[in-house]
C-alpha cells in the first residue's frame, strides 16, 4: 500500500500518476478522512495532556489536604470524549485503510505513459524465430497427435482449462522445471523454498491480491477456516519474512520455488480458451528478492537476465518489453515481460513478468530492515518474476521444435533430464 503521509501530501501528483496508469483518482474522501483523522488525533492528544496536568493538580490538592472534586469531575468527562474520539479514530483509521489498500502502487519515474500494451517499449529481441518448410501446428495439435497432452479427459475430471499431461509430456514437464531450478539456484545464487499452497488472507493482502482480487482466486473452507490456493508462489515466498525486521546484511534475500499455481481466470472467457496459455492450474518456477531501495532496479535488471537465461538455455526466440503504466499490475512501480515466439500462432506471447514493487508490498506485509544496528527499520523493497511459467515454456518448446513427420526434437539441455531422450515421437 502507498504511505498515507505522502498521499496526503502530494495529493495532485498522486492524482496524475494514478489516472497514467488508467485507474481514475483515489476514492474522493480519502483526503477528507485524511483530515478527519489529524483533527481527532490533535484532539485526543490537546485532550490526554489535559488528563496529565490535572493529574498532578489533583495530586497536589490531594496532598495539600484541598477539594479536587471539581478536577475530577473535569477530568471524567475528558476521560468519556477521548474514549468517544478513540473510537471515531479507529472508525476513521479503518476506512482510511480500506481506500488504501485499493490503491494501486505508484509507477517509477522510468516507466513509460500510456493507456494499455500499444504503449509499451520494446527493449531488446533475442534470436530469430524458427522457420519451417510446412506449416507449423499450434500446442493444441501437437500434444494430442503426440499422445503427450489430453485435454478431453482432464475435462471429463475436473472441466474447461485443465489439462493431462501423459507419457513424454509429463517427463518434458518435469525436465523443464528442474532446468529452470538448477539455473537458479547452481549459477544465479537464489535459495530453493517449496512453500505451502493454501494461504491464508492475511498472506494474499500482504501481497496485494486481496481485497481488490478475490474473484481471481479459488478459496477453499475447513471448519470455520478459510484458506486460498496459491495463484503464484510469489504470495507465500514474499510473506515468508512477514512482521519481521532484517539485517541489511541479510539483504538482497534471493529466493525461488517451484509450485503449481490456480487462478480462477475471472472475466477471461472467451480469451486462450484453447491450450495451455491460460489455465486453472498450471505450473510456474518463481524468482521473489527482498533488498533495500537503492539497489532494487539493479536487482530487477538481474531478475529479467536470470528468467533469460532459461529460455537461451532452450534456444528459444524472444523479447524483453518495458511496460507501460496502464499495462502494469496493480503492486508493481516497474514491469519488465518477457515474450516468447510461438509459431503455431505465429506471435510472442508473455512467459514471464518480471516486477519491483517497491515498498508497496513490504507496507502491507511489515517487512522491514535495519541500515545498521539500532537504525530505524525501513521498509525493503520486494520483486517478484517467472523463471519461468513452465506450460507456456513447454508450449514454445513443442511449437519451436516440431518437425515435417509431426515429431519433437528435444532441446539438448533438457536431454539430461529426460534420459537422453532426443525426438518426442508418437507412443
Not at 486481496?210 to 504470495?235: H, N, Q, S
Not at 489455465?279 to 537476465?305: C, G, I, N
Request: net charge neutral; charged share 30%.
Amino acid at each position: 500500500m502507498l504511505d498515507l503521509k505522502f498521499v496526503v501530501d502530494n495529493r495532485e501528483r498522486v492524482a496524475e500518476m494514478l489516472a497514467a496508469r488508467g485507474q481514475g483518482s483515489p476514492p474522493a474522501d480519502l483526503w477528507e478522512l485524511a483530515a478527519g483523522r489529524r483533527r481527532a488525533l490533535q484532539k485526543v492528544e490537546e485532550l490526554r495532556h489535559r488528563q496529565r496536568v490535572c493529574g498532578e493538580e489533583i495530586a497536589r490538592l490531594g496532598k495539600a489536604k484541598q477539594d479536587a472534586a471539581p478536577l475530577k469531575a473535569e477530568m471524567r468527562g475528558v476521560a468519556e470524549e477521548v474514549r468517544t474520539l478513540e473510537a471515531e479514530l479507529e472508525e476513521v483509521e479503518g476506512r482510511l485503510g480500506e481506500a488504501l489498500l485499493g490503491i494501486p502502487n505508484l509507477p517509477d519515474a522510468s516507466v513509460p505513459i500510456g493507456p494499455d500494451a500499444a504503449s509499451n517499449v520494446l527493449v531488446r529481441r533475442v534470436g530469430e524465430p524458427p522457420r519451417f518448410d510446412f506449416a507449423p501446428k499450434a500446442h493444441w495439435e501437437l500434444g494430442p497427435d503426440l499422445g503427450i497432452l489430453d485435454f478431453e479427459r482432464a475435462a471429463k475430471i475436473s472441466g474447461a482449462r485443465f489439462v493431462v499431461y501423459r507419457g513424454a509430456g509429463a517427463r518434458l514437464e518435469r525436465a523443464l522445471i528442474q532446468l529452470m531450478l538448477d539455473i537458479h539456484t547452481r549459477e544465479r545464487g537464489y535459495t530453493e523454498v517449496l512453500p505451502p499452497y493454501l494461504v491464508t488472507a492475511e498472506t494474499l493482502t500482504g501481497t496485494g491480491q486481496l481485497p481488490k482480487f478475490e474473484g481471481d482466486l479459488f478459496k477453499t473452507r475447513a471448519g470455520d477456516r478459510d484458506l486460498y490456493l496459491i495463484p503464484t508462489a510469489e504470495v507465500p515466498v514474499t510473506n515468508l519474512h512477514r512482521n519481521e525486521i532484517l539485517e541489511a546484511g541479510q539483504l538482497p534475500l534471493k529466493y525461488v520455488s517451484f509450485t503449481p499455481c490456480f487462478r480462477s481466470e475471472a472475466g477471461s472467457y472467451g480469451k486462450d480458451v484453447r491450450g495451455l496459455i491460460r489455465q486453472h492450474q498450471f505450473h510456474k518456477v518463481e524468482l521473489v528478492k527482498l533488498t533495500t531501495p537503492e539497489r532494487s532496479m539493479d536487482e530487477l535488471e538481474a531478475m529479467v537476465t536470470d528468467a533469460e537465461e532459461v529460455l537461451r538455455r532452450l534456444g528459444l526466440a524472444y523479447r524483453v518489453v518495458l511496460l507501460a503504466t496502464g499495462d502494469m499490475g496493480f503492486a508493481s512501480a516497474k514491469t519488465y515481460d518477457i515474450e516468447v515466439w510461438l509459431p503455431g500462432q505465429e506471435a510472442y506471447r508473455e512467459i514471464s513478468s518480471c516486477s519491483n514493487c517497491t515498498d508497496f508490498q513490504a507496507r502491507r506485509a511489515a517487512l522491514r530492515y535495519r541500515a545498521e544496528p539500532n537504525a530505524r527499520p525501513r521498509f525493503v523493497h520486494t520483486l517478484n518474476g517467472s523463471g519461468l511459467a513452465v506450460g507456456r515454456t513447454f508450449v514454445a518448446v513443442l511449437e519451436s521444435y516440431q518437425q515435417a513427420d509431426g515429431s519433437v526434437v528435444v532441446p539438448e539441455a533438457l536431454r539430461p533430464y529426460m534420459d537422453g531422450l532426443e525426438r518426442i515421437t508418437r507412443a
